[in-house]
């Protein structure tokens, strides 16, 4: 969801001259990209009396960059208005699902403030600063602060005891209850993120913020660029990641990029390579299934409960919303629902996982949320893919990802955010456009540009 004046597409014409900024100023934007995308990774739920820091920061950061640089504010609410409208409007559906089911006004307020607002604060101050460091600057710093939890996870996965304290201190920090924490109990690995999912959420995001970058940069060259080989080696590490904290469906989604991107970008001899890859792994693939549940690697598992319960999950959340179309609010707990459908799911396999998991699902859980009313967004939804489909491509194992799992744009995940700044950053080709360089100039105490 990428608003901006014109379509993101990568272009196929000379780039406009960009606009630049002072070293410094680009290295604090920068660096405050880096700062804000790393605590929210290690520190996402760090609050004091109820209210979390992370959104403090962003408005904080928010407010510094306004005084500094007003036109770049305005640049950022001109890009991402529609954003900001569909923020508003899912706020006043879920506030009058939520109501309509009797949620305390508390819990609706707080909601709006922590889920639509932060969302909105956080973009505005990720698009400002990618505008001030520079697409590639912005990337980088995405990158390498989603780097630090990987590597972390990887210590951790090759047993390193220093790694697993750091862990556990961050979370006495944010009162996070370890102790009641299954994956830190059996030492899943997860970097200094809040749990292997949100490690995944993460991995996923800062390739497509790399993908995002090299499809960009691509695109500015004057003849059609093939297959990307940095972006192949951004898709391995994305597996690596994935393999280390034991997460399938990143894994699923980079096989399916993959797939996409060799059609789309890659010659008739990669097509013919990926046919009978294909049918090689067809014919194989009895053999493959029967390794795969005799393994004890989690990633090679396919029968465990984890696996076969996602149907289980998906039915119960439609037969929710098949009986309450308008939704059920901010406030709603699956979990507290499943005894008035047991009837229709214990012979579904790993049926019990209803009473113990959320719905897994980030397109069920919006409906169960928001209801029907999901549907007057739809055109703005639209618009924005559309404005932004140069970069779908990239989305992909992200996409795969929240499938199987609760999060996505304002549920669950404020790091999209920083990734559709980052790509907002990147200005499509526009000959009408005055291609002369701005001069960075000095009035008072407030950096504008002339």
Same mark, same amino acid.
């Given at each position: 969801m990428i608003q901006s004046g014109r379509p993101l597409r990568p272009a196929r014409t000379p780039a406009v001259a960009m606009r630049r900024s002072d070293p410094i100023v680009q290295w604090f934007a920068a660096a405050s990209i880096a700062f804000m995308v790393l605590f929210n990774i290690a520190l996402i739920s760090l609050d004091v009396a109820s209210i979390p820091i992370r959104g403090v920061l962003a408005v904080g950061l928010l407010a510094l960059f306004g005084v500094l640089w007003p036109g770049e504010l305005q640049r950022a609410i001109s890009r991402h208005s529609l954003v900001m409208v569909l923020a508003g409007a899912l706020a006043a559906i879920g506030a009058f699902a939520s109501l309509v089911n009797g949620a305390q006004m508390q819990i609706v307020f707080r909601t709006i403030l922590e889920v639509h607002?932060? @969302?909105?604060?956080?973009?505005?101050? @990720?698009?400002?600063?990618?505008? #001030?460091?520079?697409?590639? @600057?912005?990337?980088?710093?995405?990158v390498s602060a989603t780097a630090v939890t990987v590597f972390i996870a990887a210590l951790q996965f090759a047993g390193l005891e220093a790694a697993w304290s750091l862990r556990g201190m961050l979370g006495t920090i944010q009162d996070h209850a370890l102790q009641d924490d299954s994956s830190f109990i059996n030492r899943r690995p997860m970097g200094v993120s809040f749990s292997p999912i949100h490690l995944s959420t993460q991995a996923s995001l800062a390739f497509t913020a790399y993908a995002g970058l090299r499809f960009w940069?691509?695109?500015?060259?004057?003849?059609?660029?093939?297959?990307?080989?940095?972006?192949?080696?951004? #898709? @391995? #590490? #994305?597996?690596?990641?994935?393999?280390?904290?034991?997460?399938?469906?990143?894994?699923?989604?980079?096989?399916?990029?993959?797939?996409?991107?060799?059609?789309?970008h890659g010659n008739a001899l990669w097509v013919m390579l990926m046919l009978v890859a294909g049918l090689a792994l067809y014919v194989a693939s009895p053999a493959i299934l029967e390794f795969m549940q005799g393994s004890e690697h989690r990633v090679l598992r396919v029968g465990d409960n984890s696996s076969s319960g996602r149907l289980t999950l998906a039915t119960f959340g439609m037969l929710l919303f098949l009986d309450n179309p308008l939704g059920y609010g901010f406030d709603f707990v699956s979990q507290q629902h499943w005894g008035r459908y047991w009837q229709e799911l214990y012979r579904l396999p790993s049926a019990g996982v209803v009473r113990e998991a959320e719905l897994h699902n980030y397109v069920i859980n919006m409906l169960t949320t928001y209801g029907v009313g999901l549907l007057l967004v739809a055109p703005v939804i639209f618009t924005l893919l559309r404005r932004g489909q140069g970069y779908l491509l990239a989305f992909v194992p992200y996409i795969i990802h929240i499938l199987f799992h609760n999060s996505g744009p304002f549920w669950n995940d404020t790091l999209i955010w920083f990734v559709i700044g980052a790509l907002s950053a990147m200005p499509a080709a526009s000959p009408a456009r005055d291609t002369r360089e701005p001069r960075l100039v000095r009035v008072g105490r407030t950096f504008v540009r002339s």
């Open positions: 607002i932060q @969302a909105i604060v956080t973009l505005l101050f @990720a698009t400002m600063a990618a505008q #001030l460091a520079g697409p590639r @600057a912005s990337v980088i710093a995405i940069e691509g695109g500015r060259q004057s003849t059609p660029t093939g297959i990307d080989a940095k972006i192949i080696v951004a #898709l @391995a #590490l #994305l597996i690596a990641a994935s393999i280390i904290c034991a997460t399938r469906s990143p894994i699923l989604g980079a096989a399916i990029f993959l797939v996409l991107y060799m059609t789309r």
